[in-house]
Nanobody, 125 residues
């Protein structure tokens, strides 16, 4: 059974940085397309970033492009989300997700088969 566990959330001030991690167990990690989503209070789940199985390229939502960087370490079965220049509107629960795939990107939550439990990120002004 595939399990995803996020880490690294917490409290930051506007302009600061945080790095989220997502450790994956079960399955073949290198065969998964990975994604990050977030959900703010009272809002739907929002796509943030996706990375292909090789990690050679990633794609981002316009709201985070240039500030967030997604990467993966297939040797450690882990993906990361480096978040720089944080803004109060980045406050949300952040989720990582996995789906079988290769050199492709998935942008919709229904395309992902496995989800982590989420980690809270709170950015104060």
């Amino acid at each position: 059974q595939v399990q995803l566990v996020e880490s690294g959330g917490g409290l930051a001030q506007a302009g600061e940085s945080l790095r989220l991690g997502c450790a994956v167990s079960g399955g073949t990690f290198s065969r998964y397309v990975m994604g990050w989503f977030r959900q703010a209070p009272g809002k739907g789940r929002e796509f943030i970033a996706t990375i292909s199985w090789s990690g050679g390229d990633a794609s981002y939502a316009d709201s985070v492009k240039g500030r967030f960087t997604m990467s993966r370490d297939n040797a450690k079965n882990t993906v990361y989300l480096q978040m720089n220049s944080l803004k109060p509107e980045d406050t949300a629960v952040y989720y990582c997700a996995a789906a079988p795939g290769y050199d492709q990107f998935y942008y919709s939550d229904f395309e992902y088969n496995y989800w982590g439990q989420g980690t809270q990120v709170t950015v104060s002004p």
